[in-house]
């Protein structure tokens, strides 16, 4: 059976994960044909280590003919990138979702893949329950929303930032809010949140609060579908990036699996 062939955008640790599942053998119905990343050495030493193809830009890795290619690199780079790589009749798989808050952006991106043919894969991420949540807002008129619960250290460089964070003992509500706003304030950090609206009301419906909790470690995640009669709710706790390393490795496994989980 021919592989299929897969390229992969973006060099850190959540890319270095997806390559090591690959070279572990979790991936076995791929190959890997090539790797993009911003930094030059950081993209030389991944292909290296991969048996793979260092690419200059996405326009290279391209032209190794991928059937998909996994983003692990920013939201900058999903809305350089996703019309091209589908006009190009590759599917995409994406972890930077907060590109979708922009709707204008989405409906191009929609419209780009049923063109060519091709399909945005979205990722699970940080959170999970996608197909719960969605069945629930398709059961009726929903309402859904996240509770994101962080530590104040996580919050650093962003404008929801203040020092008096870093000395509270009690847990301090630092944001209320829908996702299109969470992510145009926090455009790295609210990721989940955009997730949740593409599955239930939309950027602009779904509620985001976001809480400082003193002394935590990691982040929490509350999300709620509910209707009248039927209420969902997925809560996920991690102190680690790398579930959503994983979840790019689990979707590409479920892609090819002959039981879709």
Known sequence: MKKLRLGIVGTGYLSQIVVDAWKNGLLEEYELAGVFGRNEETTGKMAADAGCKACKDVDELLELKPDYIAEAASVACVKDMAVKVLSAGCNLVV???GAFADSEFLEQVKQTAREHGTK???ASGAVGGFDVLQTVSLMGQATAGIETRKGPASLRNTPLYEEHLMT?????NVFNGNAKEAIALLPTKVNVAVATS????GPEHTSVSIHSVPGMV?????ITAEIEGVKAVVDIYSSTS????????ALLRNLVSPIVL
């Open 242 to 249: 790398a579930i959503a390393g994983w979840s790019v490795v």
């Open 218 to 222: 990691g982040d929490d995640h509350k």
């Open 198 to 201: 593409l599955a239930t009301t």
């Open 120 to 122: 945005v894969h979205i």
């Open 168 to 172: 509270d003992t009690d847990s301090t």
């Open 95 to 97: 972890l930077s979702i």
